[in-house]
Every structure is written in C-alpha cells, then in structure tokens.
C-alpha cells in the first residue's frame, strides 16, 4: 500500500505535464516524457535501490517476494504489447495513408484494455490478494534479537494530505513553464528534445520515488522499493498513457501509441531486463549496478540521437495528418 501511494503521488508530475503538453499539441513531449518515466523507474530508480541496498547490506542476502515482481511484470509485457502493435500496424502497412486511421483505432481500443487491465490490478492488490504486496517484516535474525521494526509517522493522514495538495498546485504552475520553455532550452543547451523529456524531465519528476525507494532499500526493506519503483512503472505504462490517449480522443487530438522503433526497442529491452533480474526473489548490488549501466546506455542513445521536435496544431484532422512525418524518429 505504501508503495502505491508514493508512486502516485510521484507520477502527478508526469501527468500534470502530459496534460498541459497535450492542451499545446505537443504529443511526441507527451510521448518521450511518458516513456523516460518509465524508463527512469525501471532502470535509474530500481537499479538505484538495488545497488544502494546491496552496498549497505553487504554481509546480509537482500530477499524479497518474487510474486509481487511476476505481477508487475506481467503487467509491463502487457503494456509493452499494446505499445508494438500499433509499431508493427504501421511498419507492415502498405502506406502511411492507409494505416494512420487503423493505427489510432487500435491504439484506442488498447488503451481501453489497458484501463479495464490496470483497474483489475487494482482489486487484485488492494482487496482479493493483498497478501502479496504487503512488505515483509522483520528478518528472523531481527525476531530473534526482539528488534522491532515499526516505526511512528512523521506526520498525519491529514497533514500529509494537505501536504499534496499544496504540492501538486505548486507542481501545476511549474508544469506549465516547463512544456512552453523545453524548445528554448533545447536550442539553448544544443541538446535534443527527446533526450530532455525522456532522460532529464522523468529524472526530475521521478525524484519522489527515487528517495523513497533508495530510503527503503537501505532500511533491507526492498518489497517496498519495488513496489515503488514496479509499481510506478506499471501506473505510467498501463493507466496514464492510455488516459493520456482517451483524454486526447476526447480533446479531438489524434495521439495514438506508435511510439517509434528506437524507443519502443529501448523499452522492450528495459523490461526484459528487469524481469529477468527480479527472477530469483533474492538481490545484490551488481544487478543495481547493471540495470544503472543500462540507463546510462540509453540515455547516451538518446543524446546522441537528433530528433526534431515537430508539432500537431490540427485537432480533429482525422487521417488528412501525415502521422509517419509527424512522429518519424
């Protein structure tokens, strides 16, 4: 529970600036910021939690249950499967016309299933199988010596509330400065906009969850850290891109989950990688260290990479939009 609820309230930046880059018709900022944050929990915050954990844990075999991970995981499959038929729609197609309306009905039709999927996700972890998220408690050395581990809060429901709400606001009249100046900054720094939105923007907006995580991994207390970091990335991938989707549909904006080839491969790889570390239920600093190396790889990636920012200042233009130029990576 815990960790849900810091992975929402850290995943309110991203969603605030999706929804004020969407009011804008920048889609493809929507898109690469959406993506970094995924990104950044999988690899930069996970990988983060799990090096820290280990380095303070040396003498102490970091274990956690793998049940909680297979779940998550299963989840992120999903997501990446509904984010690579749209890809494979439009690079199979015999012409852009062709497959641009097609692509953004079955990205449509996904996002629906997406929602109905996490929605269920939901229900199965708060209510039928709530079991399998609640973090571990003590170790059996720490029952053995009558360490507690309970800890007093800090402060109250209610502080902690207003606390969010107040934050949030403040986070709203950033957002806002942010989606209108990321161009100048781009042309200021000399860096690409997809390097911004999706290695600098999440690193930013990802900072709630990469403190709790790292705080909690620490404390050996890693259910928690991967049901912040999993957990944050299975919300982005699986409920705000898909609402993102609904919530453009509605605004009469043509985004759809075509998120190009380059991206689209950097997340599969991200997400293999993460199931196949998290496979064994036990953890160590050189898997943190790994997944850190695999970031970094990324991130020189899309350094290096020119995508010019282009924008969408038609709404519904249905398929008059030439999509493969708009979004062309």
Partial sequence: MGGLLNATCG?????IIAIFALSQYKIDVVKYSLLGSVLSNLLLVLG?????????????????DRRQADVNSLLLLLALLCHSLPLLFRMTGAST????????????ASSIVMLIAYLSYLVFQLFTHRQLFEAQEESEDDDLNGVSSSEEPVIGFWSGFIWLVGMTAVISL?????????????????????FISIIL??????????????????????DISLGVALGSATQISMFVV???????????INMDLNFNLLETGSLAL??????FTLQDGTSHYLKGLVLLLLYIVIGACFFVSKTPLHHVNIANSGPKIDVEKIFRA
Wanted: aromatic fraction near 8%; glycine fraction near 6%; charge should be negative.
């Fill in 48 to 64: 983060t939690s799990l090096f820290c954990g280990g380095i303070a844990n040396l003498r102490k075999e970091q274990k956690y």
């Fill in 201 to 222: 923007l999440p690193i930013v907006g990802n900072a709630a969850e990469h403190a709790g995580a790292i705080i909690f991994a620490f404390k050996n207390k890693l």
């Fill in 174 to 194: 950033l957002s806002e400065y942010v989606v209108e100046t990321i161009e100048a900054a781009s042309d200021s720094w000399g860096i690409s906009v997809s």
């Fill in 97 to 108: 016309a062709a497959t641009a309306d097609p692509t953004l009905q079955l990205s449509r």
């Fill in 242 to 252: 898909p609402l993102c989707v609904v919530f453009a549909w509605i605004m009469g």
């Fill in 11 to 15: 995943n309110a930046t991203e969603l």
């Fill in 270 to 275: 991200s997400i293999i990688a993460v199931a």
